[in-house]
C-alpha cells in the first residue's frame, strides 16, 4: 500500500475513530449477534443475518482505517520556503487570480478550505516548483495556468 499524508488532526480524528470502533462498536455488534441468537433458529432468523453483515462491515472499517494508519506519514510543517512539497501553504495567481492553496494527503483535501491533495491535478503538478515557476494544468473544467508567488 502507498504512502498516506495527513495532518496531526486527521491523523488524530482517524485514531479515536478506529479506537470507538474496536471498543463501543464492537460491543455493539456483540450484544446485537447475543440478542439475536436468543431468538432461536439461526437459520432463518433475518436479525442474526444483519447482525453479521454489520459486523462484517464493521471488521472491514476496522482493517482499512489499521491499515491507512499503518501507511501514515504525518506532514510536517514545511521549514524551507524554496520548494513546494507536501505541507506547503502557497501563494500563487491562477489565471490572473490570486489563490492559496495547502498542499495535503488525500484524506485532508478540502478544496473549498484551499486544501489541496498531492495526488490531485494542480497538487501533483506544483510538488517541486519554486517561487516565480509557472505550470499548466489540465483540471476537469479545462487548462488553467498557475504562477508560484510565494511558499510558506
Given at each position: 500500500m502507498d504512502t498516506t499524508y495527513l495532518t496531526q488532526d486527521k491523523y488524530d480524528e482517524l485514531l479515536h475513530e478506529l479506537e470507538q470502533l474496536k471498543t463501543a462498536g464492537r460491543h455493539e455488534v456483540a450484544e446485537r449477534?447475543?440478542?439475536?441468537?436468543?431468538?432461536?433458529?439461526?437459520?432463518?432468523?433475518?436479525?442474526?443475518?444483519?447482525?453479521?453483515?454489520?459486523?462484517?462491515?464493521?471488521?472491514?472499517?476496522?482493517?482499512?482505517?489499521?491499515?491507512?494508519?499503518?501507511?501514515?506519514?504525518?506532514?510536517?510543517?514545511s521549514s524551507g520556503n524554496n520548494i513546494v512539497k507536501i505541507g506547503s501553504k502557497i501563494a500563487a495567481e491562477r489565471n490572473g487570480e490570486a489563490v492559496s492553496y495547502v498542499i495535503v494527503g488525500s484524506q485532508d483535501a478540502d478544496p473549498a478550505q484551499g486544501k489541496i491533495s498531492n495526488e490531485s491535478p494542480i497538487g501533483r503538478n506544483l510538488l517541486g516548483l519554486a517561487v516565480g515557476d509557472s505550470v499548466s494544468v489540465s483540471t476537469p473544467k479545462g487548462e488553467t495556468t498557475i504562477k508560484i508567488l510565494r511558499i510558506e
Open positions: 449477534l447475543k440478542h439475536a441468537k436468543e431468538l432461536g433458529d439461526l437459520s432463518e432468523n433475518s436479525e442474526y443475518q444483519e447482525a453479521r453483515e454489520q459486523q462484517s462491515r464493521l471488521e472491514q472499517k476496522i482493517n482499512q482505517l489499521e491499515d491507512l494508519m499503518r501507511n501514515a506519514s504525518i506532514i510536517k510543517k
